[in-house]
Structures are given as structure tokens and as C-alpha cells.
């Protein structure tokens, strides 16, 4: 019996001149001498074959950061963190994406998602002369990458809109190199910019939108220095609209008239599974890999983010948080077990050690098969601050030592908005630390609604990001942007507003 199949295409020359042909390879000479090729040795280096005909956003997208060098914070394979297409699932279904391929609000949303800064033009919106200088920088650089939206039927190739990244470019012939991610239909390739800009400058049926590009590089800093927010569950839809649409009509009403009322209003009626959603970013390594001292690496994330606690200690807000879960109300231990907070550290480690020696086999069978043996506290370096638990975690006849590294601080401890500070005390990330972080999150918009001028002149104060420390700003910036992109996913407004939450 016979069997269909198709085995590559013939590259359409002209107009594309076929990377690996002699005249592509003068093209790579000369454009290596003169400079725009510095970008081509990283994205080579981490390049990959789209593994579905409708994933070449996602290929793209996955060649792109690992070139980057940013760290996806999830596993891939194994205990290996590494970006690849089937990590993109916050955005669209995976399904959905190999039915229908993906959308070019929607690309620069996975990448925004996995950490990189992101700047997406359409065609419709810039200039030629503006896409040229794009390119030149972003070839002449190894610090960002340029992906481009175009369609193919501008180079007489079958199919239509496809998504791959620029290589390099040749300012002579004012060509520029396509790394095509569908390596199984055509090899990379030569094609002239203007000809490029042409197949960009087209209307993408799905969305009535111009098709475009996008610069991608990598945030100075780990966007998630201590919390992040996870769509990987189906419950982010519902916890989001209730942040972002609900919390304020509940705001709206009468008798609102303190801070702790407030408070009360936001997480009485919290959704239950937000446990889920916000979290703080523990580390975690193999003991048998883990040094007896921390590596300068591991010590510069730590005080990182135990700046960040310190700091959330010190805000009025928070004081005004643990004033409200420390009144032993039901809507207190409702909002504490909804969070599915337990602050003794040793069960929190004995948890994280669980998931942490999952992640680390890169355990297949079914959640929460592992039980936590052993654990103990301790520090490395003789540093107070470097705090350590080590657990040894048990799965059936398999046993995994885990160090899981936990930023801890000394801060003064606060009891109410108005009191003073008392003792110092030692903490590490609690219930109280994520309340906080995720009030000061929530949009300035979500407070204008209040009725009582007094208190909205309180609150505006209590979450006025100007008087936070930078680094402290930044993290609430973050989970801000993390929110706005999430309504956007939600309200299906991605191919509408391409620029950064503001």
C-alpha cells in the first residue's frame, strides 16, 4: 500500500538565496566581517525544529531565551530547567496551538510570561527605515534577538503566517537571514529586508491585525525575585477576575470606613484555591550536589530576596496585615486556610522538600507520592542568615536528600498600623509576607471606588509604590504586570494592547 507523505520543499531562488548555497555562504562572510552577524553564533548554538507544523511561535520563542541564557524556572526533563515548546501553556491551549497555530500578541505574551523583556511592533505602526535599524542592532548583538511575523507566500513559499528569527544581516545587499524553525520544509535563508518587510506588512486573518516584529532580551534582574504568580492551573481565570474585577465593585459599598474593614472586605470572600496562585520562590538542590558553603551565586540570590522581606516587614501595610490575621476572627482562619499557609518552617520545608525531590528526579507518578523522611535546620557560610533545611525524601524504595535553601531575615516585629516597633525578630516568607505583596499589587485603580475619603487617603498611602524601596518596587511592579497580563489573556485582548502593563 502506498503512503502520502511529504519530504521538504524546494526553496523558492529568487527570491530567497538558500543559506548553505555558495553565494548564501558569501553572504555569511561578508556579513561576519562586517559585524551583523554577532547575534547568529547564539541563536545557532540553542537552535531547534519547530516539533509541530502550527509551533513555529513557540520554537521561535524557545530558541530565542535559551539563547538569552534565562532560566525558565521550570523543569523541563528530568531535574533540567530548560525552555522548551511544550512550557509555553499559560497563554493558549497547547491543543489549541497545534490545531490553529498561535497569534503574534499572544508570542509576545509567552515571552513576557517566561521573563524577557519584550518591545512588538506591527508593520502598520513603524517604518521600514525603523525595522532596518531594529535589525542592525539586534545582529550586531548578543544581548537580544529579533523574531519576526511575516507570511510566506512575499517569497513564493507554500504556507502562510509563520514566525521564526532573524539571524543576521547583510547591509551591502541589504539582506537579512532567516532562521526558519520549520527546518523540515525549507533551510535558513537569505531573503532582501524590503521583500521581509512586504511579507510582514499583511493582515493576519485570525485577528485582523498587521502582522509585525519583536525585540526580545533579557531583563537585567530575574523578573520573580521572591513571589510569582502561576497560571498553570485553570483556577488563575476565576482568582484574577476576582482581583481585578471583583475586589473593586466589592469596595464600592457602604460602611467602609477603616483600613481593617478594607482588608476584610479583600479576604473574606478570597477564591479558595489562591494557594495556588501566588507563591514565594524557594531553591532547592541535591545534597550530594549541594557544597558544605553556599556558591557566591546562590548567596547573591538569597540576600536578595531576604531584602525583599525585610523590606514588605516594613511597610505599613504589612503591619496593618498582621493586624487583621492576629484578631482570631473566621474570616481570619478562613483566609489563612484558603492560602494553605502553615508558617512553621519545618513543616513548610518538610513540604518543599517534597517538591523539590520531585522536581529534582523529575518524578512522572502521581502528586504528592513523596514523604519527607527527615529534615533539620541549619545554616552554611556560619551566616545566621543562610538558612538550610535538609530533608531526606522517601517514594516508594527511593530515597532523595534535599537542601532547600529559605531566605530568612531579622526585621522588627509590628503588631498594628500605629504601634511602635518591638522586638527584633528572625522570619522567613509567611502568610502575612503574600497578603501583603498582593495588596500592594493590585492596580492604583482598584482603590478610587472607596466612598470614605479618609480611608481612601490611608490606603492610597499604604500602597503607594513611591514609598517603597527600589527593590521592593520592583518586585511589586512585577506581580502588577503579571496580574494586567493575565486580564489581558482573559479578556482575550493580547493581539490588542502589545506594549508593557503600565
Given at each position: ?7 521538504r520543499?524546494?526553496?523558492p ?5 538558500e ?7 558569501q553572504?555569511?562572510s561578508?556579513a ?6 554577532e ?7 540553542y ?6 507544523p ?6 521561535s ?8 541564557g534565562?532560566d ?14 511544550s512550557m509555553?501553556d499559560c497563554c493558549?491551549?497547547?491543543?489549541k496551538v ?6 503574534f ?25 525603523d525595522?532596518?535599524?531594529h535589525?542592525i542592532?539586534?545582529?550586531?548583538s548578543?544581548d ?13 513559499q507554500t504556507?502562510?503566517?509563520h ?9 551591502g545587499?541589504?539582506m537579512?537571514?532567516i ?7 525549507y533551510?535558513?535563508?537569505w ?12 493582515i493576519?486573518?485570525?485577528?485582523g491585525h498587521?502582522?509585525?516584529f ?5 531583563l537585567?534582574?530575574a ?7 502561576s497560571?498553570?492551573h485553570e483556577s ?11 475586589v473593586p465593585?466589592l469596595?464600592?459599598?457602604e460602611?467602609i ?5 478594607v482588608?476584610?472586605v479583600?479576604?473574606t470572600?478570597?477564591?479558595?484555591n489562591?494557594?495556588?496562585f501566588?507563591?514565594?520562590?524557594a ?8 557544597a558544605a558553603r ?6 547573591g540570590?538569597l540576600t536578595?530576596?531576604?531584602m525583599v522581606i525585610?523590606?514588605?516587614h516594613?511597610t ?5 496585615v498582621?493586624?487583621w490575621l492576629?484578631s482570631?476572627?473566621?474570616c ?5 486556610s484558603?492560602?494553605?499557609c502553615?508558617?512553621?518552617l519545618p ?6 522538600c517534597?517538591q523539590g ?6 518524578w ?5 507520592a513523596?514523604?519527607c523522611?527527615e529534615?533539620?535546620?541549619r ?10 533545611i535538609?530533608?531526606k ?15 530568612t531575615?531579622?526585621?522588627k516585629?509590628q503588631?498594628c498600623?500605629?504601634?511602635?516597633q518591638s522586638d527584633i525578630?528572625?522570619t522567613?516568607?509567611e502568610?502575612?509576607?503574600v497578603?501583603?505583596?498582593?495588596l500592594?499589587a493590585?492596580?492604583?485603580?482598584t482603590?478610587?471606588v472607596l466612598?470614605?475619603?479618609q480611608?481612601?487617603k ?6 503607594s509604590?513611591?514609598n517603597?524601596?527600589i527593590?521592593?518596587?520592583e518586585e511589586v511592579?512585577h506581580l502588577?504586570?503579571?496580574?494586567l497580563l493575565l486580564?489581558?489573556?482573559k479578556?482575550?485582548r ?9
Open positions: 500500500m502506498a503512503m502520502a507523505g511529504l519530504y520543499r524546494i526553496l531562488s529568487p527570491p530567497a538565496v543559506f548553505a548555497s555558495s553565494e548564501g555562504k553572504l555569511f561578508e561576519l566581517v562586517n559585524g551583523t552577524m547575534g547568529f553564533f547564539k541563536l545557532i548554538s537552535f531547534q525544529t519547530q516539533s509541530e502550527a509551533y513555529c511561535g513557540l520554537a520563542l524557545a530558541v530565542v531565551l535559551n539563547a538569552l534565562i525558565p524556572g521550570r523543569k523541563w526533563k528530568g531535574p533540567w530547567r530548560w525552555f522548551d515548546e509555553f493558549e491551549p497547547l491543543e497545534k490545531a490553529e497555530g498561535i497569534t500578541g499572544k508570542v509576545t505574551c509567552l515571552a513576557r510570561c517566561a521573563g524577557a523583556k519584550v518591545e512588538a511592533f506591527r508593520a502598520n505602526q513603524t517604518s521600514i527605515d525595522f532596518r535599524k535589525v542592532n539586534c545582529v550586531s548578543e537580544c534577538h529579533l523574531i519576526t511575523s511575516y507570511h510566506r507566500g512575499a517569497f513564493l504556507g502562510t503566517g514566525f521564526s528569527p532573524i539571524g543576521g544581516y547583510h547591509p545587499k541589504d537579512a537571514l532562521l526558519d524553525v520549520a527546518r523540515f520544509k533551510p535558513p535563508h531573503v532582501p529586508l524590503p521583500l521581509l518587510w512586504e511579507a510582514m506588512n499583511t493576519d486573518e485570525a485577528t498587521h502582522r509585525g519583536m525585540l526580545v532580551s533579557k537585567q534582574r523578573p520573580s525575585l521572591l513571589y510569582t504568580l497560571c498553570k488563575w481565570v476565576g482568582i484574577s477576575t476576582y482581583l481585578l474585577d471583583e465593585r469596595l464600592e459599598s460602611g470606613n477603616t483600613v481593617q474593614k482588608l476584610s479583600i479576604f470572600f478570597l477564591p479558595s489562591v494557594g495556588e501566588v507563591k514565594w520562590i531553591e532547592v538542590r541535591r545534597q550530594e550536589e549541594g553556599l556558591s557566591d551565586e546562590e548567596k540570590r536578595i530576596k531576604e525585610k523590606q514588605i516594613e505599613e501595610m504589612f503591619a496593618c498582621q493586624e492576629s482570631e476572627s473566621p481570619c482562619r478562613k483566609a489563612l484558603i492560602l494553605g502553615n508558617n512553621n513543616q513548610v520545608a518538610a513540604c518543599v517534597c525531590a520531585e522536581l529534582l528526579t523529575g512522572l507518578g502521581p502528586a504528592n513523596f514523604c523522611k529534615s533539620c535546620v545554616s552554611l557560610n556560619g551566616e545566621d542568615s543562610s538558612t538550610v535538609s530533608g525524601v522517601v517514594a516508594g524504595n527511593s530515597e532523595q536528600g534535599v537542601d532547600v535553601l529559605v531566605p531575615a531579622q526585621v516585629g503588631i498600623c500605629d504601634s511602635k525578630i528572625r522567613h516568607p502568610s502575612s509576607d497578603l501583603t505583596a498582593l500592594l493590585l492596580p492604583p485603580t482603590w478610587i466612598k470614605e475619603n480611608v481612601l490611608r490606603i492610597s498611602h499604604l500602597v509604590i513611591e517603597l524601596p527593590i521592593l518596587q511592579l502588577r504586570r503579571q496580574l486580564k489581558r489573556c479578556d482575550n493580547l493581539d490588542e494592547e502589545l506594549g508593557e502593563p503600565s
